[in-house]
């Protein structure tokens, strides 16, 4: 596949315009040929990831989280900002990511966070990017962040009585922090999310929300298999595989 016939597909799957102002989605790194056979997919563009990709002989790595939110003066290996490009541009591999828009997306970070808890009559919330809807039955707080725990094979936390009842859930995936008002102006009795700062769960409190923190890296990772599967279907002639060195960088005991 050529490489502009990817980068339609992508546009198919997670519009550039659904991405949030402060994002930079797309190509960020241009690979040396035109022609796409391997594409390696991962949350991150780590060190680890990009040296993953060399020995495999990735000709793209598509990431969930971009690279270059600040401008970038230079581009050294012993910069943590640039280490990853350097050394995909070395070896002539292209970075591609699909971040809020692939949040806000049908069938993005948040619809497949809803499907797999559960939620129903899902509408989107928080500038497109956040999804709210009811689950079938109410739960006490603790027993639905119990059922996440188990889904997401995570550990979690909760801001809120744990014998609150709860029916309407907002959903966040990474981080959110932004979606604590906006998921209390749509009536939610529960916001779902990978991180919160502190000051955010006491706000949380005071309008009466309730939070259920789950981790950033598990609340967006779930939809990495699911992307591969529609590219699958996008793209058939190339090969994707899911990174081995990707992963949750915060060890829970």
Known sequence: MKLQEFLVAMERIAPRELAMEFDNPGLLVEPDHDEIRNVLIALDCTKEVAEEAIIW????????HPLFFHPVQKMTYSDPATAAAC???RNGIGLFAAHTNLDAARGGVNDTLCELIGIRDVIPFDEGVGRVGTLKEKETLSGLARRIESLLGT???FVGAPEASVRRVAVMGGSGGSA???AAEEKADVLVTGE????DGIDARTLGLNLI????YETECIVLEPL??????ECFNVQYQLSRADGNLFVRL
């Open 213 to 216: 923190v789950a981790g950033h």
């Open 155 to 157: 550990r979690v936390s």
């Open 228 to 233: 591969i599967k529609r590219l699958q279907n």
């Open 180 to 182: 604590v008002l906006p």
């Open 57 to 64: 002989g990735a000709d793209l790595v598509l990431t969930h």
């Open 196 to 199: 919160v700062k502190h000051s």
């Open 87 to 89: 050394m995909l541009l």
